[in-house]
T-cell receptor, first 119, second 116 residues
Framework: AQTVTQSQPEMSVQEAETVTLSCTYDTSENNYYLFWYKQPPSRQMILVIRQEAYKQQNATENRFSVNFQKAAKSFSLKISDSQLGDTAMYFCAFTRLRRNNNAGNMLTFGGGTRLMVKP | NAGVTQTPKFQVLKTGQSMTLQCAQDMNHEYMSWYRQDPGMGLRLIHYSVGAGITDQGEVPNGYNVSRSTTEDFPLRLLSAAPSQTSVYFC???????????????FGNGTRLTVT
């Protein structure tokens, strides 16, 4: 079974500064995907960024980037130039790479990190 | 607008009552699933379906039933509600796995359920 751990229940950052959210996971799989989801107060789940384990290059989406360390099973999210709209819960998630017809996107989530961006 | 629609947004039940949470998607996604969100525990998978007529259990299936008679709809049934089922419920859908590009999940906006 896979587990995902987010060790920072709450964090805060000043607007325009950079913040890094931590995530570690445990798996015996070699091929998998990792995700960061954002959940603002509206409760909507929004995909921020994803990383395929077989890719060594870290994923980047505008102000969001990851530091993927496969050997250490670590997947941190860096938010640059933080904006007030980044205030939200952030969830790290894992799924195995599946190749059969009964495959799906069964995600295992971490407990979340609540991020507050202060003006 | 295309997406995943969940109803109702809020619901209060008494212990022992039954209800159905509705989920519909109009993206022709094969895969649909239900998660529950509890504080400090993230989202946990309840049940999922990889196509019409096919369902399977996730991590926390006890107390919930599902069916998938059409591609579009995937209702979640609570037959006898318990206070431990107080939670926020999310429905999600995606295309089936198609090679290296794993299709991301699309989430509904959630249903907040309180069982007293």
């Amino acid at each position: 079974a896979q587990t995902v751990t987010q060790s920072q229940p709450e964090m805060s950052v000043q607007e325009a500064e950079t913040v890094t959210l931590s995530c570690t996971y445990d798996t015996s799989e070699n091929n998998y995907y990792l995700f960061w989801y954002k959940q603002p107060p509206s409760r909507q789940m929004i995909l921020v960024i994803r990383q395929e384990a077989y890719k060594q290059q870290n994923a980047t989406e505008n102000r969001f980037s990851v530091n993927f360390q496969k050997a250490a099973k670590s997947f941190s999210l860096k938010i640059s130039d933080s904006q007030l709209g980044d205030t939200a819960m952030y969830f790290c998630a894992f799924t195995r790479l599946r190749r059969n017809n009964n495959a799906g996107n069964m995600l295992t989530f971490g407990g979340g990190t609540r991020l507050m961006v202060k003006p | 607008n295309a997406g995943v629609t969940q109803t109702p947004k809020f619901q209060v039940l008494k212990t022992g009552q039954s209800m159905t949470l509705q989920c519909a998607q109009d993206m022709n996604h094969e895969y649909m699933s239900w998660y529950r969100q509890d504080p400090g525990m993230g989202l946990r998978l309840i049940h999922y379906s990889v196509g019409a007529g096919i369902t399977d259990q996730g991590e926390v299936p006890n107390g919930y039933n599902v069916s998938r008679s059409t591609t579009e709809d995937f209702p979640l049934r609570l037959l006898s509600a318990a206070p431990s089922q107080t939670s926020v419920y999310f429905c999600a859908s995606s295309y089936q796995f198609r090679g290296a590009d794993n299709s991301p999940l699309h989430f509904g906006n959630g249903t907040r359920l309180t069982v007293t």
